[in-house]
């Protein structure tokens, strides 16, 4: 069975850190990796207007700042198809009778989209098209016959649901769709990155990003205001790592060279959680270090950005050309779906057929 990756974001916003470790920087190695057949990446406008109904042009400039951030991270589009949700009709039409195996209860029990309800104050007015986006992803990953999937931890309910959607649908109509694998970051810190607001997840909706394409004073500010440990006031104070976001930020970026490089007083960050934890360690220091690291990580990527920024026809044509491939592919997949639901009647002799049969030629 041949290897292919489908994944993807929301245009809400330009792309940020906890994208960057929780699926971005991911998807780039296993891009590179050579081992998929086939890669797609897909900028989520659909589901993006499922909570930005009000807000059309939000959701359309953010599609060029999601394709810039994508390219300037290192997904290569002469490897990865990058296109837009909205462009592939066929993806609606699969989300339409996906919608007849799944009970409106188990979406109720989806533990991301309950929080996602909550976060929004959406409680007595749900839109049903955001209720329902789950089972739209279903049909995002399926279409393509996706093997694997890279995403972050919030994640795991919308591929638990899919891989229901597809035992369920295959067992009904034969086999068709592919039950995809979820691929979760290995270090944890990346699984969910939290806010710089200590807030639990960084999400474009909270605003406690920093953004991938951030100015450099803009992410020294963001890091210097970080949240640490509220009681650790005085420098000779011990300190607790525990929900101390600059940790966890350390955790998810930092390795040995960075210490060599910028704190050369310490080997590694055992070494400097443990003086922390002892006290006689300010937060300053820490977030400078943290400071150096991110910069360092940021600038090539801004960097590139800026090209691309200046060769905006050579992205528009990107995601032309990545809408067409998109489509071919899916429409493959919804004519087996359809035809395995019996609802082809035109594509070949069969009904005409069946009909002779029933009533005579
Ligand atoms: P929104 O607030 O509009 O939902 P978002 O910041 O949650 O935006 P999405 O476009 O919903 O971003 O998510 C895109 C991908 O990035 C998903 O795979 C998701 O798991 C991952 N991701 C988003 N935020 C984080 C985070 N803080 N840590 C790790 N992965 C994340
Ligand atoms: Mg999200």
């Given at each position: 069975m041949p290897r292919i990756i489908l994944t993807g974001d929301r245009p809400t916003g330009r792309l940020h850190i906890g994208h960057y470790v929780g699926s971005l920087r991911p998807r780039v190695q296993l891009q590179n990796s050579g081992e998929f057949d086939k890669i797609l990446i897909m900028i989520a406008d659909a589901q993006a207007l499922t909570d930005n109904a009000d807000h059309p042009e939000k959701v359309r400039q953010n599609i060029m700042e999601v394709a810039l951030d994508y390219l300037s991270v290192g997904i290569d589009p002469k490897i990865a198809t990058i296109f837009i949700q909205s462009q592939i009709a066929e993806l609606t039409e699969l989300t339409f009778y996906y919608m007849?195996?799944?009970?409106v209860s188990r979406v109720q029990r989806n533990p991301t989209v309950k929080a996602e309800i909550q976060m929004r104050n959406f409680e007595a007015s749900i839109p049903v098209g955001f209720f329902t986006y789950p089972i739209s992803q279903a049909s995002d990953i399926t279409a393509f016959k996706a093997t694997d999937v890279p995403v972050g931890e919030d994640q795991k309910p919308m591929l638990e649901q899919t891989s229901e959607i597809v035992h369920k649908f295959n067992s009904i109509y034969g086999d068709v769709l592919v039950d995809p694998n979820i691929i979760l970051p290995k270090n944890d810190a990346c699984l969910r990155l939290p806010g710089t607001d200590g807030k639990a997840k960084m999400s474009k909706s909270l605003g406690n990003c920093i953004y991938l394409s951030d100015s450099e004073a803009d992410i020294k500010a963001k890091v210097m205001s970080m949240f640490t440990d509220p009681n650790h006031l005085k420098v000779s104070d011990p300190g607790n790592l525990d929900g101390n976001t600059v940790f966890t930020y350390l955790d998810a970026f930092c390795n040995d060279e960075h210490f060599e490089k910028?704190?050369?007083?310490?080997?590694?960050l055992d070494e400097l959680k443990a003086h922390y934890q002892r006290g006689g360690l300010g937060d300053m220091k820490v977030k400078k270090f943290l400071n150096s690291i991110i910069q360092a990580e940021l600038e090539p990527i801004r960097n590139r950005r800026k090209e691309f920024e200046g060769n905006i026809d050579y992205v528009y044509n990107i995601l032309k050309e990545g809408c067409a491939k998109a489509r071919d592919i899916a429409s493959q997949t919804l004519k087996e779906v359809k035809s395995a639901m019996k609802?082809?009647?035109?594509?070949?002799s069969e009904y005409l057929d069946e009909l002779h049969k029933r009533f005579g030629k």
């Open positions: 007849n195996l799944v009970t910028y704190l050369p007083e310490y080997k590694n609802l082809n009647f035109f594509d070949n």
